[in-house]
């Protein structure tokens, strides 16, 4: 089956706009996540779900930024107001269940570059 | 808290060599510890996890890693490079009862012929 799909794998927007990214999760998947990878850094956890509701935010970096899921399968991460900062790689990832012993897997990203 | 540092941004190593990536953590509790792959223009691939079973730990591609409480390290080694193993590795951890994993900041390997 096909793995974690993220689209666009690559986004160019003006600072200042809105930009929506997608993330498809493995099938039967309730687990996912998004991390940011900046220029030279680990990925950095932003947000998990865990079916529909957001179990744990507090990655998120500010209130213009916001990710929804909202019937456990397909998630989309929303920034407002983009900032020249916001570039990064932004990472989803997708695990059957929860804990430690899950492994996630990740999908190739979507490449961000706000000019 | 947790986190983790590896030490070397950049490590380079002869084909045939021994591979040793290194990676130190912090955990307040016992901690599951992870080592990913990232080759150009892919994602995050697991390579092995240690969940509080067997000190040393076999992945996949040969590499293994070896969980020292003492030293509070979890390093990465392999015996042999080859050259299909030039990639950037990230150490991460997890704390029981916490979903987020925190990654370190990578060591791109580079092997020479």
């Known amino acids: 089956g096909a793995g974690v799909s993220q689209t666009p794998s690559n986004k160019v927007t003006e600072k200042g706009k809105y930009v929506e990214l997608r993330c498809d999760p493995i099938?039967?998947?309730?687990?996912l996540y998004w991390y940011r990878q900046s220029l030279g850094q680990g990925p950095e956890f932003l947000i998990y779900?865990?079916?529909?509701?957001?179990?744990?935010d507090s990655g998120l970096p500010n209130d213009r930024f916001f990710a929804v899921r909202p019937e456990g399968s397909v998630s989309t991460l929303k920034i407002q107001r983009t900032e020249r900062g916001d570039s990064a790689v932004y990472l989803c990832?997708?695990?059957?269940?929860?804990?430690?012993?899950?492994?996630?897997?990740f999908g190739q990203g979507t490449r961000l570059t706000v000019v | 808290a947790q986190s983790v540092t590896q030490l070397g941004s950049h490590v380079s190593v002869s084909e045939g060599a021994l591979v040793l990536l290194r990676c130190n953590y912090s955990?307040?509790?016992?901690?599951?510890l992870f080592w990913y792959v990232q080759y150009p223009n892919q994602g995050l691939q697991l390579l092995l996890k240690?969940?509080?079973?067997?000190?040393l730990v076999k992945g996949i591609n040969g590499f293994e890693a070896e969980f020292k409480k003492s030293e509070t390290s979890f390093h990465l080694t392999k015996p042999s490079a080859h050259m299909s193993d030039a990639a950037e590795y990230f150490c991460?951890?997890?704390?029981?009862?916490?979903?987020?994993?925190?990654f370190g900041t990578g060591t791109r390997l580079t092997i020479i012929p």
């Open positions: 991460a951890v997890r704390s029981f009862g916490n979903e987020k994993l925190t």
């Open positions: 240690y969940t509080s079973a067997a000190t």
């Open positions: 990832a997708s695990s059957l269940n929860q804990g430690a012993n899950t492994e996630a897997f």
């Open positions: 099938s039967g998947h309730t687990a």
């Open positions: 779900f865990q079916g529909t509701g957001a179990a744990d």
């Open positions: 955990s307040s509790v016992p901690p599951y």
